[in-house]
């Protein structure tokens, strides 16, 4: 029936709408889900450059993994902490090397939206620690960034962004997670967040709020494994560790336009996943699952109701044709 295929159509599309409405303000979300489809967002296990999954939101496949070195890899299984919900399995992993480098991978995201304030989540993982033999400045790190190359990294460039991770410590080999990015002297430095890490899953939460410390200054929030996310004073109340900082990192969206993954001398291992961009709290902590239910549901609603509708028609159809007859057979 015409009628009935042309209203499933758009109740289909309004419930699309609905749920791509609930997503308008989370930026980014990156799940590194493997599989065999990336027309979905999963990645085939090997190498990121050059795959273009379109892991929405925040890359609809338009722009491909750039970068130096194919030693960042999709694999299976996630890393799990269970205050950021996850959707799909899979993470990425760096590959041990003993060759000291500086190696990068970064994506640019489709669009980032004009805020004064921005959200970022991450599952870091550091992979044990460097080791007596650890090679100085040794780092693993990931974040939102302009770009990234060996000089910006040094800061004999403006490095824009701020990138999160770990610091192997030259004089012992054990293993900081700090924050690397411009100061507000203009200085590329690392904050140590947490001291002597462990070979464990962190989930590090970032909050920038953009040019707070006038004139140009920002105010940069962090907290490292908060139990609880439901606001900020809950992620502070719960956090191992947590500060507020002055920086000069971000001036606007251009500065956050790629989510970038840098190595320097780094020796192990290292993985990284549940990557998140959001202009809210709430945005970063979402389960898209849970997100979908209210349109699936409400889909479910409006399937029922185009049957019992089709099954009326039918009726009243039928009913029609049965008192048609009739007529005519008394005539």
């Not at 989370?26 to 979905?40: H, K, L, N, Q």
């Not at 996630?78 to 590959?95: D, E, M, T």
Request: proline share 5%; net charge neutral.
């Amino acid at each position: 029936m015409p009628g009935s295929w042309w209203l499933g159509t758009c109740a289909v599309a309004v419930v699309a709408g609905s749920a791509a409405t609930a997503h308008a303000v989370i930026v980014a979300a990156d799940s590194f889900a493997v599989g065999t489809t990336p027309e979905i967002g999963e990645y085939g296990v090997g190498k990121l450059l050059e795959q273009n999954p379109a892991c929405r939101p925040g890359w609809s496949g338009k722009h491909d993994w750039r970068g130096s070195s194919a030693q960042f890899r999709a694999v299976a299984n996630s890393l799990v902490k269970p205050v950021i919900p996850y959707a799909r399995g899979g993470k990425v992993q760096y590959l041990q090397t003993k060759e000291p480098a500086f190696r990068y991978v970064s994506r640019k995201l489709d669009a980032v939206p004009s805020s004064k304030t921005y959200y970022a989540s991450f599952l870091l993982n550091p992979g044990g620690d460097q080791g007596q033999h650890a090679a100085n400045d040794a780092h693993a790190l990931v974040g939102f960034a302009a770009e990234i190359d060996q000089e910006r990294f040094d800061g004999a460039r403006e490095l824009r962004g701020a990138l999160v991770g770990f610091r192997s410590q030259p004089e012992t080999g054990l293993t900081d997670l700090v924050l690397r990015c411009c100061s507000k002297n203009g200085k590329v430095e690392d904050t140590v967040l947490l001291p002597r890490v462990s070979n464990q899953t962190y989930v590090v939460v970032l909050k920038v709020a953009v040019n707070a410390d006038a004139p140009k200054n920002d105010f940069i929030s962090y907290w490292v494994n908060p139990a609880d996310l439901t606001d900020e004073a809950a992620a502070t109340a719960t956090s191992a560790a947590k500060k507020v900082l002055a920086v000069d990192c971000v001036d606007g969206p251009a500065d956050l336009e790629r989510f970038v993954a840098v190595t320097n001398n780094w020796s192990r291992s290292f993985y990284f996943d549940e990557v998140r961009l959001g202009t809210t709290l709430g945005d970063i902590v979402r389960d898209d699952r849970q997100a979908l239910l209210p349109a699936l549901a409400a889909l479910s609603l409006i399937g029922l109701g185009l049957g019992a509708g089709w099954w009326l028609l039918r009726a009243v159809h039928r009913r029609r044709g049965a008192v048609a007859g009739t007529a005519r057979e008394i005539s």
